[in-house]
């Protein structure tokens, strides 16, 4: 199992990005995909988190208003789509996979609260830097 972040760079603020993780090795189908992201000297938290086989997604008050996570199952792929960026949000961003389902969007916020005995897979982040 692999999963492959890519999609990060530098942008000013107030300008856009989308990041993308490509799952590869799965043997099922139903699981949900979470975005996290841990800024320098911080703990890793959560940002948005989807489930894949309703598209039920959900936001921590990070993202609100300004992140859209979605998926192409088709492509084995979770994009987060990143607008109005801030310097605050710069970070090393990662997803990771609960290989489970199904996922209401109550458990997604426990998940992306306590990502340690669901996520199973993580993979290796994409640096987000915003200048201001």
């Known amino acids: 199992v692999q999963l492959q972040a890519s999609g990060g760079g530098l942008v000013q603020a107030g300008g856009s990005l989308r990041l993308s993780c490509v799952a590869s090795?799965?043997?099922?189908?139903?699981?949900?995909i979470a975005w996290f992201r841990q800024a320098p000297g911080k703990e890793r938290v959560g940002v948005a988190c989807i489930y894949r086989t309703d598209g039920t997604s959900y936001y921590t008050d990070s993202a609100k208003g300004r992140f859209t996570i979605s998926s192409d199952n088709a492509k084995n792929t979770v994009n987060l789509q990143m607008n109005n960026l801030k310097p605050e949000d710069t970070a090393v961003y990662y997803c990771a996979v609960a290989p489970f389902g199904p996922v209401t969007a109550q458990a997604m916020r426990i998940m992306l609260e306590d990502p340690s005995d669901v996520m199973e897979y993580w993979g290796k982040g994409t640096q987000v830097t915003v200048s201001s």
């Open positions: 090795g799965f043997t099922y189908d139903d699981y949900a």
